[in-house]
């Protein structure tokens, strides 16, 4: 991939930024200054102008034949499942660091991927309208110059159906947080639970610095604190990161209600919306689940991957048994728990 050296300025004065998960195919050249959202894949391809990609998990490819961009958001949602599920657990996995003082982020669902979530759902309400959303329709055509530097087309694949995806995302992890949380206090009914979460409704803007994610707001006051000569040392700029990481859980927290809170325009929980809110969540989790297995099981189906191996038996020896899998396995268990988990608050939610 050539993502440093292809200028369209005189001067070797431009930048590259993109997101976490970012993943450029092979041979993939492109132009600066460009900039990608979280968990973009850049399909084949030389790409003729600057891009700018808003929108996250995203296949981007350059259509040739046509002249045009396409961009299909939600694209690893859709068709690879189980890489995006499985890269997150395997950074975790892998994360071999004595000292884990530095909160690194690996979950493809935090505050910056979803504050990008967030920007794409009225990216499409602007563009299509969300009527012709509710419509299901199946492409969209961008104006000219604002995903490329360019006068071509610019076409969204899948537009409704990533739309309804990102919608379903927003609740799941909004769930997905107010049950970690729940799991760290005591409560005996929903509104003693409801009392405990953040009461701050305002979405905030996040920065990426170095695999963690801290608030905007955060930085700059740390920035400012430099320049003024209240932060002295390099010990104290690693215990604002020390401080940062500890206090993340229930920023992050904060964040997803507020992500929640906008999309349904809504300031607070009860009991009636919560339960619908678990209900999403269980269906969400299940389909994740569901696509972690299929996906992978399309390198057990496909003929151009068997073609390599003789028998059945040999694929299986080389590359294991598909219900043998430790990763799909596990998370059907994960599923199984998270169902339970559920069950039991929707009980307390009754009292």
Known sequence: ATLGSNHNSRSADG????????????CVSIKHNSRFASYTLLAKGDYPAELDVPFPFSLV?????NDQLIVMPGYWFMYNMYALARNAWKYIDR?????KKQYLEYDFLAPDSMNEVMQTLQLLEEYAGKKALDENIDTLELPAGIVENSKRKVVVLKAAKSYRLFKELVIYYAVEQILQAASTVKYKTADELF???????????????????IPVKELDTLKQRIVTGK??????????????????????????LSCLFELTGTTKLTKETFNAYLQSYVATKTWMVEGIASSRAKDYTSPFRKMMYETEAELEAVTGKLKENSFILQQQEELKQTKATVQKLVKQLKR
């Open 61 to 65: 490819s350059n259509d040739t034949a």
């Open 15 to 26: 930048e590259m930024i993109a997101g976490r998960g970012f993943w450029p195919s092979l």
């Open 95 to 99: 994360d071999k660091r004595i000292d």
């Open 231 to 256: 932060l002295k040392s390099w010990d104290a700029v690693h215990a604002f990161y020390a401080t940062q990481a500890q206090a993340y859980p229930q920023q992050k927290l904060q964040h997803a």
């Open 195 to 213: 009392a405990q979460l953040p009461k701050k409704q305002k979405r905030n803007e996040w920065v990426n610095i170095g695999g963690q994610l």
